[in-house]
């Protein structure tokens, strides 16, 4: 696979939080939400998860392992589970030594991975999931660590689940880059016509959240138009903002869902544990092989956490 060597500039994008358990009330899609189905028989139903940020503090490995079986009580019909990254705290700054990085991945492997064991998975790489303060050459450093971690082969990754074509992105660098653009295309224009498809990134393509508070993926213009082009729907899936939106265009649903650590655990700024108005949560995409799409958020109750 031709690849571009990931920026070593991070982004920096911070505002902290947390708590949860699956709550009965999904924030809608409204006017996005796909028609009703006749028949449930081959209904793909994904489970997103995103921007989990586990960290030693706040309690919040005992928390994260309660939602993700509360998440597994609610819905026994999850065929997929998709991550799109910052998986863990933060190991992307200067000051963030070896043992930290150690520290939470460890804490990766003890409390979601069990939670989760035999759902199929798939990863996106986060900004904050990479560790950059190590020396050239040292095998914890950049992307390649982290796909090791996550038990994934590649970065970004094409795959068929459901009578879906699924296409994972590495843009925790803010973009794709040549190659990895290229390799897309190459990818989009191999794909059926009519084969609806799903694409995965940390950032989002296109969000109103990221409009607001920051986060789209940079260069991500051509990629749309690339999308829009093809002939069956599309569903672009992305975390990172920490906000939920969702958004339709052409051919294509946008879903940046909120962030399943909220404020990253701790209490935020309005003490409800969410950030800015977006409380903690996961979301349930239903995906039909007819190329019909729904997307429903769901909050997590924060008050089995007090």
Not at 27 to 40: E, R, V, Y
Not at 44 to 50: D, E
Not at 93 to 113: A, F, G, S
Request: aromatic letters at 8%; one cysteine or more; charged letters at 20%.
């Amino acid at each position: 696979m031709s690849m571009t060597a990931p920026n070593p500039s991070p982004l920096k994008r911070r505002n902290f939080l947390g708590l949860g358990a699956a709550s009965a009330a999904a924030l809608p899609m409204g006017a996005l939400a796909a028609p009703a189905a006749t028949s449930s028989a081959k209904l793909l139903t994904v489970l997103h998860i995103t921007d989990i940020h586990l960290r030693p503090e706040y309690d919040a490995p005992a928390r994260c392992g309660k939602i993700l079986r509360a998440i597994r009580q609610r819905h026994r019909d999850i065929g997929l589970v998709i991550n799109t990254g910052d998986s863990i705290y933060a190991a992307d700054y200067k000051n963030i030594t070896r043992e930290r990085v150690e520290e939470q991945w460890k804490l990766w492997d003890e409390v979601v991975m069990p939670e989760l064991k035999g759902l199929p998975m798939l990863h996106t790489v986060g900004n904050h999931d990479t560790w950059w303060a190590g020396p050239e050459g040292d095998p914890m450093r950049g992307v390649p660590y982290v796909c090791k971690r996550l038990g994934i082969a590649e970065p970004y990754t094409r795959t068929s689940q459901g009578g879906w074509e699924i296409l994972t992105l590495e843009n925790s660098s803010g973009s794709l880059g040549k190659g990895q653009q290229d390799w897309l295309f190459q990818q989009l224009d191999a794909l059926p016509a009519k084969a609806p498809l799903l694409v995965a990134g940390h950032l989002p393509l296109f969000s109103l959240a990221g409009d607001y508070d920051g986060g789209n993926m940079s260069g991500a213009k051509a990629v749309i138009d690339k999308l829009a082009a093809r002939e069956a729907p599309v569903v672009a899936l992305s975390g990172h903002i920490h906000l939920r939106s969702s958004e339709e265009l052409w051919n294509i649903r946008f879903h940046c869902n909120g962030s399943l650590s909220g404020y990253w655990w701790e209490p935020g700024d309005r003490k409800d544990c969410g950030y800015k108005r977006t409380p903690m949560g996961y979301a349930i995409l239903k995906l039909w092989p007819d190329g019909r799409s729904e997307c429903s958020y769901l909050p997590v109750e924060k008050l089995a956490f007090r």
